[in-house]
């Protein structure tokens, strides 16, 4: 079975930082794409950012571009998002997810749901102003 689990998320002033983490179970790394998604309240989940874990390859959405990074290490099976200059609109849950297979190039838009097979649960980002 594929396990996500996601953590890092908590309460943060404008401005600051978080860094989340998903460590993944059942997932070939090396061979996935793994991403993080936030839905803020009343809104539609939003794709953040994901990385090819073959090569490293990464997308940005550009709400997070220059803010953001995420990175992943293989020989942990663990993908982190490192969140800079944090604002309230940053203010989500974020859910990590994955999608097996070697597919990042073959689309202009990685992070269309259609994409992902696996979802890990929450964690909670909230950022006050």
């Known amino acids: 079975d594929v396990q996500l689990q996601a953590s890092g998320g908590g309460l943060v002033q404008a401005g600051g930082s978080l860094s989340l983490s998903c460590s993944a179970s059942g997932l070939t790394f090396g061979d996935t794409v793994m991403g993080w998604f936030r839905q803020a309240p009343g809104k539609d989940r939003e794709g953040v950012s994901c990385?090819?874990?073959?090569?490293?390859?990464?997308y940005y959405a550009d709400s997070v571009k220059g803010r953001f990074t995420i990175s992943s290490d293989n020989a942990k099976n663990t993908v982190s998002l490192q969140m800079n200059s944090l604002n309230s609109e940053d203010t989500a849950v974020y859910y990590c997810a994955a999608a097996p297979g070697s597919w990042f190039f073959a689309t202009d838009e990685p992070m269309a749901p259609g994409w992902w097979d696996f979802w890990g649960q929450g964690t909670q980002v909230t950022v006050s102003s």
């Open positions: 990385i090819s874990t073959s090569d490293g390859s990464t």
